[in-house]
């Protein structure tokens, strides 16, 4: 098979996004409350675990992104990762809404917005911020956890009905 190449320096935009496209990865929303005391959230596919001692993930931000500068510094958020039936909060969360949290059951863990209906919840406390390129990387200290079965939610190629089906998976790590 013929590949495509390409060699930086002037890697086209389209190019780098195409091939990151190619990743498969879960989808999460991110929330936190903002300094007026309203909750905000987006959705990323930018989500990893980072560290097991501190258990820690790490998150990754548009400057672009209305929550940018809240997640940026709170002391708190939350990452919800999204099941397969929640492609409806993903489209919502991947907005520009004026109210995301209209249409979605949520409540507030302590001063963090938290989905009810997600399978995985991780409360976790704001540990280091950095910029780099055009975008903010959060890491965040796990201090509470909340699992439920589910299928997942994931994205390939810029679809994100694409689905890890419990029945394909063959092996275990
Ligand atoms: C599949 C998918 C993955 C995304 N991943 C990220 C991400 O990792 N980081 C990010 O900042 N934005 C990501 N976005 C874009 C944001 O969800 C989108 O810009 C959103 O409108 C930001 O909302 P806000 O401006 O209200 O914060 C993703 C969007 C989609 C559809």
């Not at 935009?13 to 990743?23: G, H, I, K």
């Not at 397969?84 to 809404?97: D, I």
Request: proline share 5%; hydrophobic share 40%.
């Amino acid at each position: 098979m013929t590949a495509t190449e390409n060699v930086a320096p002037g890697m086209p935009v389209a190019t780098f996004t195409d091939a990151m496209s190619r990743l498969v990865s879960g989808l999460a929303v991110v929330t936190t409350r903002q300094a007026n005391g309203r909750p905000c959230g987006l959705l990323v596919s930018s989500i990893c675990s980072y560290s097991v001692d501190p258990p820690s993930v790490l998150v990754v931000v548009d400057h672009a992104s209305r929550c940018r500068d809240p997640l940026a510094h709170c002391a708190e958020f939350g990452v919800h990762v999204l099941g397969h039936t929640e492609e409806r909060t993903a489209r919502t969360f991947a907005s520009r809404g004026v109210d995301k949290f209209a249409d979605v059951g949520w409540e507030w863990d302590g001063a963090v917005p938290r989905l009810c209906a997600a399978p995985i919840y991780l409360r976790c406390t704001t540990t280091a911020v950095f910029d780099h390129g055009d975008h903010t990387v959060l890491i965040g200290e796990v201090t509470r956890t909340a699992l439920t079965e589910a299928e997942p939610l994931v994205c390939y190629r810029r679809l994100f009905h694409w689905r890890l089906r419990g029945s394909q998976v063959r092996s275990t790590l």
